[in-house]
Nanobody, 114 residues
């Protein structure tokens, strides 16, 4: 069963930075695109960043220039470096394949104070 494990969230002031990590199942990690999603309280879960097996990246407009997604094939891990954080980035962040597969992980909470 596919299972992703996210970590690295926390409380940070506006303008600060965080790096999220996601341990991904090997089979999914190697063959497909993987993305970071986020879900703010009371809102739908949205895809914010994607990385293909070849390293091509894509970002939703609101995070372009501030977030960077990367993947480590040795560790089967993907990362999301988040700079210049804003209160509107507050959400639970999840990783999964694109499109998503299996069950969602627990996610990691990111809270940005103003």
């Amino acid at each position: 069963q596919v299972q992703f494990v996210e970590s690295g969230g926390g409380l940070v002031q506006a303008g600060g930075s965080l790096t999220l990590s996601c341990a991904a199942p090997g089979s999914t990690f190697r063959i497909g695109a993987i993305g970071w999603y986020r879900q703010a309280s009371g809102k739908q879960r949205d895809l914010v960043a994607t990385i293909s097996p070849g390293g091509r990246t894509n970002y939703t407009d609101s995070v372009k220039g501030r977030f960077t997604i990367s993947r480590d094939y040795v560790k089967n891990t993907i990362y999301l470096r988040m700079n210049s954080l804003r209160p509107e980035d507050t959400a639970v962040y999840y990783c999964n394949a694109v499109p998503p597969v299996g069950n969602w992980g627990q996610g990691t909470q990111v809270t940005v104070s103003s």
